[in-house]
């Protein structure tokens, strides 16, 4: 060890120390900075499945009242019917684009600087 030859072991230390320490703070910072995102990304989905099982069909049906819907509601309305009919499609081109994330950052990572900064975020 760099430190113990030198005889500046204690000073080696800190700054391992202080240089984990710091590690450490960016990476609860990131955490904390994702639970944001996946919280209204789950509440996203709650929200479009009750709108798409419960209570866009309710209106669907009792619509026929008025003339002409609105465009946010006619594009609503719209996009209940087709994830209702062809959910297996969305379903499959969120799993195609999860996978597709997953290969893109595969690739990143074989090059060095992909690797230098994968490393930085393990534990």
């Known amino acids: 060890m760099a430190g113990e030859s030198s005889g500046a072991l204690d000073t080696v230390l800190l700054r ?16 904390g900075a994702m639970i944001y995102p996946i919280v209204l990304m789950s509440l996203t989905v709650v929200a479009d499945s009750d709108a798409d099982g ?11 009242r008025w003339r002409h819907d609105p465009l946010p509601t006619r594009i609503l309305i719209g996009l209940s019917s087709f994830m209702q009919s062809y959910w297996y499609l969305v379903a499959g081109i969120v799993i195609w684009q999860a996978s ?6 595969a690739a990143i990572q074989a090059t060095s600087g992909g690797t230098a900064v994968n490393s930085s975020f393990r534990s």
Do not use: C, F, Q
């Open 54 to 64: 419960g209570s866009a069909p309710v209106y669907r049906d009792h619509r026929s």
């Open 100 to 105: 597709a994330g997953t290969r893109s950052s």
């Open 16 to 31: 391992m120390a202080n240089h984990y320490e710091r590690e450490n703070k960016l990476k609860n910072k990131i955490k």
